[in-house]
Structure formats: structure tokens, C-alpha cells
């Protein structure tokens, strides 16, 4: 009689009662190869990190030529001088030195450039790797695409959370696009103002998720007949339009009341950090957020997304660039220790990028506008060979020289750091399969880990 042997693929799905009905097939069995291959997965499976990643959002477009990738003694340059880092070579802005604390760990792309001069259209791009309205498909973004892909849907807290997005530019590119409600960001502390000076409570109170708890007025078996009343009507609804949709919109209404009911609603509060780290990050909606972030990925969390603006600084750029820097040089370099400390920087990959830099002339407002052609982003954590910069651009900071990237590329790159497969497809609301990351693309394999 034949040897009897477990695929591979059934390996990850083998239970009890496989393993019985299995045994029941023939006393001929090969043992040796079959627990051979069964403990082997479960030592992979054992050994697989759970990934996630940090999307450090500039909205307005940052003026990357005063960051990262710095003119000193041309007109172009303007005041500020560069920093030293921790890596050999690696130099940055002066008004970073916190970050500059951890530069073996950044990857600087200086080589990026893109089209898209126009808020929205800049925003929609960089977030999802297309220009909106193409072809009347809904895409997701890059959040979207992470929830799904290393998202677990039995987790009781979200698989995608937005803190303090500013979203009047394109609101739509912080969505699930096609990939259905389920996959949609939870938002904390929306459309709230960038302000360093504000109270502490006012921030923590723009932090917390609305409409967790339930009314006073009414008692846990009332709300629970509610909310069985609730799932029956839901069953119904589906029943007669079958579909993702109806399906994605259901499972979306189950995570928010799973959430309710469970003890993770409790990572809102930051009250219970201790008071010296919360000033380490600053106490400011940024820092806060940073904060919020590290203790979401420390629960599981896939991706969260925290917003830092204004940077459209086309007048006083100098100055709004220094103030800026305060609050993103603290709350990063915290975040950054933070990781590091609690063994999370190696499975936690972080990105910096808004959706364009800015000129390297400057106007007479003594500012900086809107430039596509030639910027940089910033990777760093998990999954990245840190202490570099990739891509050149020309002494006067106006076109790339060496190693262009364009959104596709940062974002396959981006995607081989998570451990993703950006070739995979999804179907999409029009009906055709859509890549992760559409083609042509040319990830930037020598920052990849």
C-alpha cells in the first residue's frame, strides 16, 4: 500500500479530528514523515512575527529639501544646516535631532517623483498608488490594503485606525475603496487642529472614540435585545441582497459592537501612561497620537495612520518648518525608543510622506510651493536596511539624478517590507482583478531587509 502523506497546505488547518479520521484511512500510515511536516509548520507558524506598520502622514506636502535631503551653500538651501546621524554618511535637518538618534535605522528615498502638484489628487496618489476617478473604480488605500492583507477579523479592535486626519483635501483616499466597509479605518480625533500649545485634556478628549459606551438610560439587557434586533434585521437586509457589500457592511457593524462590549476599548485612555512619557511625545495631538499608535501595534493592531500638518508653507516657510519639526522630532524619536524598548521595532515598519515636497527656489513670501519632480520619503523599522539614502537629486534640488522612485515603486517597497505580496490581486467594484500595486513598479530592493 502506498505511503499516506499531509499536503503541506493542509498542514495550517490540521486538528484533532483531521488527525483521527486521518489515522482511520489505513494502519500503513507513515508516521515519520507525516509529524515530521505537522511540527515543522507549527515551528514556522510559531516563528512568523505579527507585522505591522506606522503611516507618519505630512498633510499639505513637506518641504523635504529643509528634512531630509538639504542644499547647504546653494541659494536653493535657505538657513538650516545639516545634522550628523547615527549612521556614517546619513545626514539630515538640524531640527531633527531626536530622529538623527536612530538614522541606522532610516532609509531616506531622496529620489522621489510624481505629477501631481494638486492637494487631492497628490493625497489620492501617494495613499492608493492611482489618480482618482480612473476607470470609475473605487480603490483602496494603502491602510485598506494592510487590514486586509495582515489583518486578523476576529480581533476585537480594528485592523486600521486613522488618528487626527485632516482630510478636507481627498477624503476618499483614506477609505476601504473596494474592499468593503470591514476594512475601513476607524477615525479618532478627526478634522482637529494642529495646535502646540493646546491643553492636555483637549487633546485626550479628542483622542477618545465617540460613542463606545452606552446611554445611561439604558440597562445591559436592553441594549442587548437592541442589538440582537439589530443582527436579525441585518440577517434579513442580506438575505435578500446577497453580496460583499452586504456582507462587509454587516461584519463592519459587528467589530464596532464587539469593540463596545470588550476591554479594548481601554487603549483610548492614555491617562494610564505614565505621565514622564507622555511629555517625552509631546503633549500635543501628534505626539499623542504617536503614543496612541505605539500601544494600537503593541495590541496587534496592522497599520495605523497619524496626521501632523500644516506643511503648505508657501509663505514664513522657514519658520512654520522649525515650529513643525518640534512636535514631529519628539513624537517620532519617542515612538522610535519606544519600539525599540518593547521589542516592536523589528516587526513595526514606518513610513514619513505627505503628498509632494516643495520647491527648492524659494518665493518671495520667503516660502516654499507645490514640487512633484524631485523629493524624498522616509522608511524606517521593520523589514528595512536602515542608515541609508537611495536616490539623488541635482545640486540645486530641482530634478532626480540617480534612482527616480515613483509612488509604485515606494509602495511594492513598502509592501516587501510587511511581507506582502504586491502582485496579488483583489477584486474590485467594476469586477476586474486589481493588483496591491499596479504595474509598471520597481521596488527599492536594496532598502529592504
Not at 195 to 222: E, H, Q
Not at 363 to 391: C, E, F, M
Request: aromatic letters at 6%; hydrophobic letters at 40%; charged letters at 25%.
Amino acid at each position: 500500500m502506498s505511503e499516506f502523506r499531509v499536503p503541506r497546505s493542509a498542514l495550517r488547518t490540521l486538528d484533532r479530528r483531521h488527525f483521527l479520521r486521518a489515522g482511520a484511512v489505513s494502519t500503513a500510515v507513515s508516521m515519520s514523515g507525516w509529524m515530521g511536516e505537522l511540527a515543522l509548520a507549527a515551528e514556522q507558524a510559531k516563528a512568523k512575527p505579527k507585522r505591522s506598520c506606522i503611516l507618519l502622514w505630512m498633510n499639505g506636502g513637506p518641504s523635504t529639501i529643509d528634512l531630509w535631503d538639504l542644499k547647504p551653500g546653494h541659494e536653493n538651501g535657505g538657513p538650516f544646516k545639516e545634522i550628523s546621524t547615527t549612521a556614517p554618511g546619513l545626514k539630515i535637518g538640524e531640527h531633527l535631532p531626536k530622529i538623527a538618534m536612530h538614522g541606522d535605522r532610516l532609509a531616506v528615498l531622496r529620489g522621489m517623483t510624481t505629477k501631481e502638484g494638486d492637494h487631492a489628487r497628490g493625497t489620492y496618489l501617494m495613499r492608493t498608488g492611482q489618480l482618482p476617478g480612473a476607470a470609475g473604480i473605487q480603490y483602496p488605500s494603502i491602510g485598506a490594503l494592510v487590514s486586509k492583507e495582515l489583518g486578523d477579523p476576529r480581533a476585537e479592535l480594528p485592523n486600521f485606525l486613522s488618528i487626527a486626519p485632516q482630510r478636507f483635501f481627498a477624503q476618499e483616499a483614506f477609505g476601504p475603496g473596494f474592499l468593503g466597509p470591514v476594512h475601513a479605518p476607524l477615525i479618532v480625533g478627526e478634522n482637529q487642529a494642529f495646535n502646540p500649545n493646546a491643553p492636555g485634556t483637549m487633546v485626550d478628549d479628542a483622542l477618545k472614540v465617540a460613542d463606545l459606551a452606552k446611554p445611561k438610560a439604558i440597562d445591559g439587557t436592553t441594549a442587548s435585545v437592541r442589538l440582537d434586533l439589530l443582527r436579525e434585521m441585518q440577517e434579513d437586509f442580506a438575505a435578500g441582497r446577497p453580496g460583499q457589500m452586504a456582507r462587509s457592511h454587516a461584519a463592519a457593524y459587528d467589530r464596532a459592537i464587539r469593540l463596545m462590549q470588550s476591554d479594548g476599548a481601554r487603549i483610548f485612555d492614555l491617562a494610564t501612561e505614565p505621565e514622564k512619557t507622555r511629555d517625552k511625545y509631546g503633549r500635543n495631538l501628534f505626539g499623542q497620537g504617536c503614543l496612541l499608535a505605539r500601544r494600537l501595534v503593541e495590541k496587534g493592531v496592522p497599520f495605523v495612520e497619524v496626521s501632523l500638518g500644516n506643511w503648505d508653507t508657501h509663505g514664513q516657510n522657514f519658520d512654520q518648518v522649525k515650529n513643525l519639526c518640534g512636535s514631529l522630532d519628539a513624537a517620532w524619536g519617542a515612538l522610535m525608543d519606544d519600539l525599540k524598548d518593547r521589542g516592536l521595532l523589528d516587526t513595526t515598519t514606518i513610513v514619513w510622506m505627505g503628498e509632494f515636497g516643495r520647491t527648492p527656489k524659494i518665493n518671495q513670501g520667503n516660502g516654499r510651493d507645490h514640487y512633484p519632480n524631485a523629493w524624498s520619503t522616509v522608511l524606517a523599522g521593520g523589514g528595512i536596511k536602515g542608515g541609508q539614502a537611495v536616490g539623488k537629486t541635482s545640486k540645486d534640488g530641482t530634478t532626480v539624478e540617480e534612482r527616480p522612485t515613483t509612488t509604485l515603486d515606494m509602495l511594492a517597497t513598502l509592501c516587501m517590507a510587511l511581507g506582502i505580496d504586491y502582485e496579488k490581486t483583489n477584486p474590485s467594484n467594476v469586477g476586474r482583478p486589481i493588483r496591491i500595486v499596479d504595474k509598471p513598479c520597481n521596488p527599492v530592493t536594496e532598502v529592504v531587509a
